[in-house]
């Protein structure tokens, strides 16, 4: 019989919902039910090995593989081991990233973001057509299929995914998004103005880039129509890459559905963009104001960038309720600029955090994390007026940047309520971390973990060492709404590269995946 409840018991670290300046660091146990993967409740008196059989026995609770005749509710038991410095993280939400270009990670040379899109990136999306009718190419498998398998192993358990124009692609990427367990927003990219266009990567008209966006939302609702997983997200490129008519077009479509669906694109990422944003919309006061001029600035919008937004832009960005999504790793690999956080945060606008893969050249949010806090202690070397204390104010703390890659992520894609904490009532989305006894050097191996815990350390002194030296090995397990989608028990896909199983199992318009299940050793 299936267990009733999974319990977590160990140590839980993650930001409270009021404050991104501390950790909230609690031992005890945590169960959530397997029927809907919310924390049913909590019990922090639980250290001892006696303190969870005293929980078991108040709650008649029994374990999943106690003996048959045992009578009792059964719940699997998840324990982060103390002598193995493990602990329950939330996990990471990536609120920008652009799947189809996950190949090209750490392929930029010396580019800026405009020669970068015509050298790099518009090449690799436009690969991912297929010349069979509703059916993608191998490419679009193997790259969505290894995109979603790493960005889960670094612990990321929902993403805001830019797909590329082709529907049989997009709709792919919700399928195995669905399939592997990770939530998601998916969006199929639109661009339909020749003149910041490539030729051989364009809609061939507007009326076709939203017809085609109403396909993919189609097809996305068809395979989750509670929205419980996979979400479609209206995705104009940017400004320069649509026209006017798209953009209202676009906007239209996202406002036509109840509730609103959501809105993604860039804005200020790059000063060579946004002069030309002004020579393209000679009339708008500002790159923002083209967004709201044409519809496009809602509560559900998703600003990825806005490294150079002026004090107004900032202010409509706030009254209209938009999010802004900081890509620190991809601002500073194409040399765009710092994002100015702490003003988007006075200014009381949600940020999260990006990978913006492949500007960005990992698809860690750890990395992201990392970033975040390395760049703002630049920014009062750049930034006029900001010596002294309002220089330090600009610094972003390991909490706040932990804070943005959980909480703030979740608030950018409305759903603060659900996911990015440990409240009750909360989908436990979550990853366990395992930074490893200490292991003295050897010349034969660096250990399991790049981070060193001499056993001297405080709860909080451990997570800082996390964030600065770990990396995805220190992930042991991820799960979304309670179910395990990473680690041990794992779900697998026979072939990583299996395309043609995958078609075949799918029948002809190839809406379905080959699932192999293998139980590994705990």
């Known amino acids: ?101 996950y190949p090209n990670n750490g392929l930029f040379g010396s580019t800026t ?69 990770q939530r998601a927003l998916i969006g199929r990219v639109c661009m339909d103005n020749p003149d910041f266009s490539e030729p051989y990567y364009i809609d061939s008209s507007t009326e076709e880039s939203v017809e085609l966006n109403k396909e993919v939302i189609s097809y996305i609702q068809s395979i989750d129509p509670q929205g419980t997983m996979i979400k479609p997200i209206i995705t104009p490129r940017f400004a320069l890459t649509c026209t006017p008519k798209a953009m209202r077009g676009l906007a239209d479509l996202a406002a036509s559905y109840e509730p609103p669906l959501h809105i993604q694109t860039h804005i200020s990422e790059n000063k060579q963009e946004i002069h030309d944003v002004h020579c393209q919309f000679p009339s708008a006061k500002s790159y923002a104001d083209v967004y709201d001029t044409y519809g496009l600035l809602t509560p559900r919008t998703i600003l990825a960038h806005g490294v150079h937004l002026s004090p107004d832009e900032q202010d409509l960005i706030h009254n209209r309720g938009a999010k802004v999504s900081h890509c620190p790793a991809s601002n500073s690999a194409l040399g765009s600029g710092i994002c100015p956080v702490r003003k988007l945060l006075d200014k009381g606008i949600t940020v999260g955090l990006g990978t913006d893969v492949s500007g960005g050249y990992s698809p860690s949010i750890l990395e992201a994390v990392r970033q975040a806090c390395l760049v703002s202690r630049l920014l009062r070397h750049v930034e006029p007026a900001s010596e002294g204390d309002e220089g330090k104010r600009l610094v972003l703390s390991v909490e706040e940047a932990l804070y943005l890659a959980t909480r703030g992520g979740a608030a950018a894609v409305n759903m603060e309520n659900d996911i990015g904490g440990f409240d009750d009532g909360m989908l436990f989305d979550a990853q366990l971390i395992h930074l490893g006894r200490f292991l003295p050097a050897s010349r034969y191996s660096s250990g399991e973990s790049q981070v060193d815990v001499f056993g001297w350390e405080t709860w909080e002194e451990k997570i800082h ?10 992930v042991k397990g991820v799960w979304v709404g309670g179910k395990l989608v990473h680690g041990e028990d794992d779900v697998e896909y026979g072939s990583r590269s299996s395309w043609w199983t995958w078609l075949l199992s799918a029948g002809v318009v190839g809406v379905g995946a080959v699932v192999a299940f293998r139980r590994l050793r705990l």
Not at 39 to 53: E, N, P, S
């Open 113 to 181: 973001l405009l020669d970068w899109l015509k050298q790099y990136t518009f090449p690799m999306e436009a690969s991912f057509g297929s010349s069979l009718p509703n059916i993608p190419s191998p490419r679009a498998f193997r790259v969505y299929n290894q995109v979603v398998s790493r960005t889960l192993a670094n612990g990321t358990t929902f993403a805001s995914y830019f797909a590329t124009i082709h529907v049989s692609a997009t709709n792919l990427l919700a399928t195995l998004c669905q399939k592997r367990g």
């Open 465 to 474: 060492k996390w964030v600065w030296s770990g990396n995805d090995r220190n």
């Open 1 to 101: 019989m299936a267990p009733a409840y999974i319990v977590f018991v160990g140590t839980f670290v993650h930001l409270p919902r009021s404050t991104s300046k501390t950790l909230a660091i609690q031992q005890g146990a945590l169960w959530v039910s397997a029927a809907d993967g919310r924390i049913k409740g909590t019990d922090w008196t639980v250290i001892t090995v006696g303190d969870l059989h005293d929980l078991l026995k108040e709650k008649s609770w029994i374990p999943e593989d106690a003996p048959r005749y045992k009578s009792g509710t059964r719940v699997k038991i998840v324990r982060a081991r103390e002598e193995y410095n493990e602990f329950f993280f939330p996990g990471f939400i990536d609120t920008h990233i652009h799947a189809p270009q």
